[in-house]
């Protein structure tokens, strides 16, 4: 009962994921309930309900790779899973729904491609398409697991972490799952609520085996997804789901990497280091131009990129010439990865910090709905920290 209840809400709820970016049913449902209160303007309402928190600013366009044509960030990932399945015979694709596209269209007009032996659908089961994915990396094949939202990954949590995780090292490089890369929608969405907006990186960054990946834009994720299929440990592959639509860029239609474990300076700066990944990193561009408009305070911008090993000596030598470190990430700030890249630059940095380090994250409560703009990490929040650092 619980599964066919749960079948029915998800259901439900994935409609709603797609077309609420939009105008979609989920839009002109918040219209409806808008129009009841006498007075409320519905279509400003609405707008405003569903305004984004941040800006995408696309990166310059690649040269280095070839031709590119525009994509937003889920045509990328499609456009790296069809590189991937063109040049290896081995390779399969499966989760839930992905047969016609996927609820994100990740996966759309790829089993028509390929076929559907090597693009197929899965029971409602993540432990499963977990487990199916590690035999078939055993095997020998180039597993490309979805799971439908990162949410949802918890029932696999054995699967990757007692399993997948260690599968090299219990049979002493005798066998290994390698080859297996599990992708998944992740973080906040305007209005996912508790079982659609989730951050869980945290959890997987504290065990050794596996990697963690989360992009910040098209080109990055076409690039890091294809590394992380390449790679030869399991991978997780949490994609900014916020940004399949919002994010366009220029992107090689070739297949190209992009080194995991390589943090990115996007800006460079010598007042304050400003550290985030996935979607956070659109929020802190704004941050930095605020800073450095209003504050005249300059800021260094990086992408972590990968979570799990994290690039440590990139983010130490920006918080030895800064002397100040803000972290910010959707997730809640207890046990967040931020305090793991707080408690290192502590150690390695002691001497050349000038502020206490700061952790600008979610709050230690479930993922709110309607209260969602409060309970995100904002420009505003991420301001005020800098302005504290500053004046330390």
């Known amino acids: 009962m619980a599964a066919a209840a749960r079948f029915f809400l998800r259901g439900a709820n994935s409609k709603l994921s797609i077309t609420g ?9 918040g219209a409806a309930l808008l129009k009841v209160s006498p007075g409320c303007s519905s279509r400003t309402e609405t707008q405003r309900r569903h305004a984004a928190h941040f800006t995408f600013q696309p990166d310059p366009v690649p ?5 590119t044509q525009k994509m937003n960030l889920f045509q990328s ?14 390779a399969v694709i499966f989760g839930e729904d992905v047969a016609f596209g996927g609820v994100f269209r990740c996966t759309v007009g790829l089993r028509d491609k390929y076929g559907k032996d090597r693009v197929f659908n899965t029971p409602l089961c993540e432990q499963g398409i977990v487990g199916f994915g590690i035999g078939a990396a055993v095997a020998g094949a180039t597993a490309i697991a979805e799971i439908q939202f990162a949410d949802y990954i918890f029932p696999a949590f054995d699967q990757i972490v007692n399993e997948a995780a260690k599968y090299r090292y219990r049979s002493g490089n005798l066998f290994d799952c390698g080859n297996l890369t599990i992708r998944a929608p992740w973080g906040c969405v305007g209005h996912g609520s508790l079982y659609h907006s989730q951050s869980p990186e945290a959890f997987f960054a504290h065990c050794p085996g596996i990697k963690v990946v989360i992009p910040r834009s098209p080109v990055q994720a076409k690039g890091l997804l294809l590394s992380c299929i390449a790679d030869k440990n399991p991978c997780i592959f949490f994609e900014p789901k916020i940004l399949y639509r919002a994010a366009v860029e220029q992107v090689p239609v070739e297949a190209y990497t992009i080194p995991l474990s390589q943090a990115e300076i996007l800006q460079e700066g010598s007042d304050v280091t400003l550290v985030a990944w996935g979607t956070q990193i659109h929020v802190m561009r704004e941050v930095a131009n605020m800073a450095q408009e209003k504050l005249g305070v300059s800021c260094e911008l990086i992408d972590l990129q990968t979570i799990l090993p994290w690039d440590v000596e990139t983010v130490c030598k920006s918080v030895v010439k800064t002397g100040r470190l803000l972290i910010s990430h959707e997730a809640p700030v207890t046990g967040g990865f931020a305090a793991e890249i707080s408690s290192t630059v502590q150690e390695e940095c002691f001497l050349n910090l000038e502020a206490p380090i700061s952790r600008v994250c979610g709050y230690d409560t479930p993922f709110p709905h309607i209260f969602e703009p409060f309970y995100i ?9 800098i302005k504290r650092m500053i004046n330390y």
């Not at 040269?63 to 031709?67: A, K, N, S």
């Open 77 to 90: 990932v499609t456009s790296a899973l069809d590189n991937t399945l063109a040049s290896d015979p081995t």
């Open 377 to 385: 990490p904002d420009k505003w929040k991420c301001f005020d920290a």
């Open 21 to 29: 970016v939009g105008t979609g049913a989920h839009s002109t449902f």
């Open 63 to 67: 040269t280095q790779y070839g031709p």
